[in-house]
């Protein structure tokens, strides 16, 4: 094969297995939110803190969630 250039492989299907039960993971909305929601609120003190740095903080990106 030629430098820089990929090829592209595949696994032979009798390798790959399905995906189980065990594979999934679960998430309990309820408790993602609260958790989420709890950011949010450190999130909102640490800027209440430093106001003048709340616009640098923004300008990089504040995380969101529900």
Same mark, same amino acid.
């Given at each position: 094969?030629?430098?820089?250039?990929?090829?592209?492989?595949?696994?032979?299907? #009798?390798? !790959? %297995?399905?995906?189980?039960? +065990? +594979? @999934?993971?679960?998430? +309990?909305? !309820? =408790? #993602?939110?609260?958790? %989420?929601?709890? &950011?949010?609120? &450190?999130? /909102?003190? =640490?800027? +209440?803190?430093?106001?003048?740095? @709340?616009?640098?903080?923004?300008?990089? $990106?504040?995380? /969101? $969630?529900?």
């Amino acid at each position: 094969m030629p430098r820089g250039t990929l090829e592209m492989i595949s696994f032979p299907l #009798e390798l !790959v %297995r399905e995906p189980t039960e +065990d +594979d @999934v993971l679960h998430i +309990d909305p !309820v =408790v #993602e939110y609260d958790r %989420r929601k709890v &950011w949010r609120e &450190w999130a /909102t003190a =640490v800027m +209440d803190e430093a106001p003048e740095a @709340v616009e640098q903080i923004v300008a990089r $990106g504040r995380p /969101t $969630g529900p």
